[in-house]
């Protein structure tokens, strides 16, 4: 296989040299953007930016207050919504010698207890709100956080009581409280008063500096080890093959803790001198995208499908109206080819709809359908796929200007590696990987570092992929999902989900197996949440009138219909033969992958009756 030339990307020293160099280049331009106070009714929302040079003065004052508290090496967790406290707080940590612990503000208090237990954390430093929906509850069974720091100011309408010098919660007396205002004011005091411990750390680039445990899809929570060398690494390779400049605009709208967030919207956002706003949360995507007109947005799939399916509703409006955008959507791929983009003129609306001013779409943490990648580019959207993992700080392939593939997540980027290992007969086999980005370990688990690297120094990344003759990765399916049959054939749950996918009536769907006729072969079988209101539309198109207690059954119908349809083209060991219909969503990860094994665990507790 022809290898790319791509140059050898420019790595950073250290977070600090990172900021330093922002600084000495970018320092008077804004760097954030902060909502202050929301819209209400007729009282408009209220701003403040911050620059470059003002965040980096932050910085250096809150690192200097923790240093005054903690150890070098400590751990210190960040927890809370997308906002500029989670971003100050995670380089204050880092550049100080401490070990950044981002925890997922999502999770319950079992598993809080066990993330911020098992990484030893000292200090957590949370927004008021989430310290009330979770922490609080956590907290009296960690003994070893002894400093709690909330990050909204005293006094405003979103602070906990518990935040103030005195209150303690329920918590006990061990536990200080403290917040992210009160903190950097005395970092300032002590920088006043000669303070050198923050100037006078010194960074080790190989060492654990971010400790992140995965959320995952199997059940099997585990802390990924990663040093600044391995995230400038990633960041170095994000920044040569995507197209930020200092006078881009970026949203903040995924989980921020998530390696993918952080590194590609908040890290290398940062390095590139762009500036950042913060979504409100994700029912406020639309509003906030008008509000802050970005130019780039880091996104899941499942965020530009609801955005290409509210455009196809709405052209679908009148026959005529979705023919007309049918023959613009195909003369804008024809004018394509000879490099005229058409499609902001032919299609305004949807352009606007996404700020009027976005040149860059990034997907990644999911597939992507391609269907759907392909009408976006031809609405004129320039949309990069994207593929990686949180061992991998997460970025390994990313689709470049030219030469893309829409089912292909891209070629591997400069300076990492990808190989397939043991293919089959159609190339598919294990995607491995191999660059400075690569993790340090699993934290206190040399037992699952040791079975993820190959002898030669591989990860193995436990995906399914093919590569092909230029280069470019395709995702298959991921090991632990295979369903294995009893003839010994292999069925990826993934590609037939992806048939399935473009089923109106599917919502979401879980392909499996199902082995609970032991005398019989493995059925393959699917569990669905169903859009019952493309149900109810289709019933009142047919001149079927339903009621409440016949919407499931005519679900099942009309789904298992198309099901049929799909299997004529499938040979016999994949089709499917079951389905099952559930009321609720399925249970997912933060990044919106299905939580297979919670799946699993509710089926055979359904089972056996408990």
Known sequence: MKKRTDPKPVVKRDFRALIHDIVEEYGEREAYIIKTRREKGEVPAEYRTVTFREFSKEVRELGTALLERFPAGARIGVMGENRYEWCLSYLAIATSGFVVVPVDKELNREELIHVLGESEASCIIVSDKIYEKAL???????????????????????????GEPAGTGDCGAALEFSRVNALLERGRALLEQGDKKYDEVVIDREAMSVLIFTSGTTGVSKGVMLSQKNILSDMASVMMCLDHTCEDSMLSILPIHHTYECTTTFLVSFAMGCRIAFCDGLRYISKNISEYRPTMMMLVPLIL????GKIIKQAKATKAKWFGFRFLLGLSGFLRVFG???????????????????HLL????????????????????????????????????????????YASVGPAMPGVEIRIDSPDEEGKGEIQARGDNVMLGYYKNEEATKAVFTEDGWFRTGDQGRLDKKGRLYITGRIKNIIVTNTGKNIYPEELEGKLDSIPYIAECMVYGDDSAADEDTKISVMVYPNLEAVKAAAAEAGETLTDAELTEAASRYIWGEIKVVNKDLPAYKRICGLELRDTEFPKTSTNKIQRFKVMREMKEKRNGQ
């Not at 956590?138 to 006094?155: E, F, H, I, N, T």
């Not at 499908?305 to 290409?308: A, C, G, K, R």
Request: charged share 25%; net charge neutral.
């Open 340 to 358: 005229i983009n058409a499609g902001p003129k032919f299609f305004k609306a949807a352009h606007e709809a996404l700020g009027g001013r976005n």
């Open 362 to 405: 990034v997907a990644g943490a999911a597939a992507m359908k391609p269907e759907v990648c392909k009408d976006l580019v031809n609405m004129g959207f320039k949309v990069r796929q994207g593929y990686g993992l949180t061992e991998t700080s997460p970025i390994l392939c990313v689709n470049r200007d030219t030469g893309n593939e």
């Open 305 to 308: 499908e609801n955005v290409h």
């Open 136 to 162: 609080k509850l956590a907290l009296p069974d960690l003994p070893g956080v002894k400093l709690c720091v909330l990050m909204d100011a005293a006094g405003s309408d979103t602070a906990s009581k518990d």
